[in-house]
């Protein structure tokens, strides 16, 4: 059974960096387009970015020159690694294995639990 499963979330301050975690199972991931979503309390689960493994990228305008995403093929595991954060990007991170490089989440699959991520001011 296909099985995503993130991790790397934390409380951090205005400023730091973070590198998140998503680890697949159970699947052909590498035939699938892999993305981080987000979602704030009382807010729409919103894209943040997606990999066709690597070999194209797509960010939101929101995090596009401090985010970045990566896919260790090896691993089946992709990355998020977060700069210069904001209060703004607290929020609860999900990845998603979809079939099409877009950033609506309704083109995704298969979803992990989420991992918070708390940025202080």
């Known amino acids: 059974q296909a099985q995503l499963v993130e991790s790397g979330g934390g409380l951090v301050q205005v400023g730091d960096s973070l590198k998140l975690s998503c680890a697949a199972s159970?699947?052909?991931?590498?035939?699938?387009?892999m993305g981080w979503f987000r979602q704030a309390p009382g807010k729409e689960r919103e894209f943040v970015a997606a990999t066709m493994w690597s070999s194209l990228d797509l960010y939101s305008d929101s995090v596009k020159g401090r985010f970045t995403i990566s896919a260790d093929n090896a691993k089946n595991t992709v990355y998020l690694e977060m700069n210069s954060l904001k209060p703004e990007d607290t929020a609860v991170y999900y990845c998603g294995a979809g079939t099409r490089f877009t950033m609506n989440g309704a083109d995704y699959s298969y979803w992990g639990q989420g991992t918070q991520v708390t940025v202080s001011s």
């Open positions: 159970g699947g052909t991931f590498n035939r699938y387009i």
